[in-house]
């Protein structure tokens, strides 16, 4: 099992505290954090307003079963709701990214009456079993079978592949707008409209999981914006409360109305939508979408300039980056780590992936793209 606290098995890292960009163990050394733990800390570590919010909270109400309508509640839904693409207004709220992933599969099955799903090649969906059936390493999946069923695998970007295989069966094709787990693999140019133009002729649900691409991170609110096409479904998590557990599935009325009944416990609870709001909030007054824009586009731009004959790729899109290297991406990590002071994070074997707080200025990113030159 991971998470016993050992971020490297040859020197472990033991996080005391943080402060934006930064996080700090018990002796008061500095890293400056370029994964914000896998895109969970779009505001930065600890952000005022954040804290705030959730510390007023928690004097406030700290739980109360869903049935009961809070405000707390629907200014999240409201805010989710304003920030989504098109007509999509309707929000199911839960506690993590393969939980909203669930949600999605479970609507999009009820909604249409059919259960196949088609998902892409090197995908990554969550862990919880209908999730996990469709995330394509099988290293994740091999112990834990039979997963839920129904799920066909197509090459991702492979727009003649995807129209094949969505037919009358299909209720839905779930697919990230950019890989991040799988390497960093944006959809190529087209793809995309491709995804929304089959699944409507067929009357399946287009799902689009931007856990990962979400909120800001790849210049645009939601990457599908830059895609210029409404999903039926869009799943979000990771950064959505600053750090709080959360998922959101959002969706159009059509998969609404025939959603079926689910339901979770903890769903919307006050202090995680308190954290949510504030995360939007920020998200929007601070305009962390365009910095994210500018800031990624110039650390792409530097380090394609910068580094050496190992570097096969640099690829992304805003605060999403990843660079292909020829040999393994994990041996670099210890030391950006514990010689320069830098944490990121890996995405498969060969690709070195940074996901910082959108809150990152130029400084920053010059650390990083010096960092960088000098490791590869
Ligand atoms: C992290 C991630 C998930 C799973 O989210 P959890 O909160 O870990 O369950 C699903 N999809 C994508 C694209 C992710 O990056």
């Given at each position: 099992?991971?998470?016993?606290?050992?971020?490297?098995?040859?020197?472990?890292?033991?996080?005391?505290?943080?402060?934006?960009?930064?996080?700090?163990?018990?002796?008061g050394t500095e890293y400056l954090d370029f994964g914000a733990s896998y895109a969970v800390t779009p505001t930065g570590h600890c952000h005022p307003a954040v804290v705030d919010a959730v510390q007023q909270q928690t004097e406030q109400l700290l739980y109360v079963q869903g049935s009961y309508p809070l405000d707390v509640r629907d200014e999240l839904h409201s805010a989710l709701a304003a920030s989504a693409p098109g007509d999509i207004r309707n929000v199911w709220l839960c506690n993590s990214g393969t939980e909203a992933n669930e949600a999605a599969i479970k609507f999009a099955r009820s909604a249409t009456g059919r259960s196949k799903v088609v998902a892409t090649k090197r995908g990554f969906?969550?862990?919880?079993?209908?999730?996990?059936?469709?995330?394509?390493?099988?290293?994740?999946?091999?112990?834990?079978?039979?997963?839920?069923?129904?799920?066909?695998?197509?090459?991702?970007?492979?727009?003649?592949?995807?129209?094949?295989?969505v037919d009358e069966q299909t209720a839905a094709v779930l697919l990230e707008p950019i890989q991040g787990e799988g390497g960093i693999n944006p959809a190529p140019e087209g793809y995309l409209q491709a995804a929304r133009e089959t699944t409507a002729d067929n009357g399946a649900a287009l799902v689009l999981d931007e856990i990962q691409t979400g909120l800001g991170r790849t210049g645009t609110m939601w990457a599908t914006e830059q895609a210029d096409i409404v999903p039926d479904i869009l799943t979000t998590a990771k950064g959505l409360a600053s750090g709080l557990p959360i998922g959101a599935t959002l969706c159009r009325d059509w998969i609404a109305e025939d959603a079926g009944n689910h339901g979770s416990t903890f769903s919307g609870g006050p202090v995680v939508c308190a954290a949510a709001t504030a995360t939007l909030d920020v998200i929007e007054d601070e305009q962390l979408t365009d910095h994210a824009a500018d800031i990624g586009a110039s650390i792409v731009e530097e380090l394609q300039t910068a580094v050496g004959a190992d570097v096969r790729d640099i690829r992304g899109q805003g605060l999403m980056i990843g660079v292909e290297v020829k040999r393994g991406a994990n041996r670099l990590l210890p030391t950006l780590a514990l010689e320069h002071g830098i944490l990121a994070l890996p995405a498969g074997r060969s690709v070195l992936r940074l996901l910082p707080p959108l809150i990152v200025d130029h400084d920053h990113a010059d650390r990083v793209v010096n960092a960088l030159t000098e490791v590869l």
């Open positions: 099992m991971t998470g016993n606290g050992f971020v490297f098995s040859e020197k472990p890292i033991r996080i005391d505290s943080g402060s934006g960009p930064y996080l700090y163990d018990a002796d969906h969550g862990r919880t079993l209908g999730a996990l059936a469709a995330t394509w390493k099988q290293k994740y999946k091999e112990a834990f079978e039979p997963l839920a069923g129904g799920v066909e695998f197509v090459p991702y970007g492979d727009a003649t592949a995807l129209d094949a295989a």
